[in-house]
């Protein structure tokens, strides 16, 4: 509500108090007993500023969020968490594409080719069966495939980086054809 809305609703109630002060007033000097006189000027604000909020012109938009986001923001975290799951209940493509380019990078570093099929045994045991069929049969795949496929995949970062192998980024196993 900006500052001219305010000040409209605001001569609005002054005035709306004024004149139920002044009507009760009357009343009250006319011979109609002090309560029924306070009724009468509450009726009179109750009704007034009622029509007052009615006829005045206001804002159906939301205010602008003036937050500025930082990395990692609850904010972040929110809508990062929404686009994982679909309106079923069931984990997004999007989310499933961006673990299927991590596990991708992943295995081919063991040089495993997710997308051969002469390397199907060898990408279903470094993953899980479960992690690989969610990176790897199409449909619909609850949540809890996908954090077991996002540990899969972290499990791989660790027995990589624990490996002695690992070492030099030249001595990394690669398959030849």
Known sequence: M???DRRHRRSALIWTVAIAAGLSGLAFFAGVTL???LLLAVTIVAVGTVLALLAAPHDERWPEARVALRSGARREVA???WSMADDDGTVSDAAVQRLRTLATVR?????????????????????GATAFRLLTEPGRHRPEALLRCAAAIERLDRSHSASPLSASPHS?????A
């Open 2 to 4: 900006n500052a001219e």
């Open 172 to 176: 990394a196993p690669r398959r030849t």
């Open 107 to 127: 295995l081919a570093e063991r040089g495993i080719d997710l997308a051969d099929p002469a390397d199907r045994s060898a990408a279903d045991s470094a993953l």
């Open 35 to 37: 309560t029924l006189s």
């Open 79 to 81: 809508r990062l968490s």
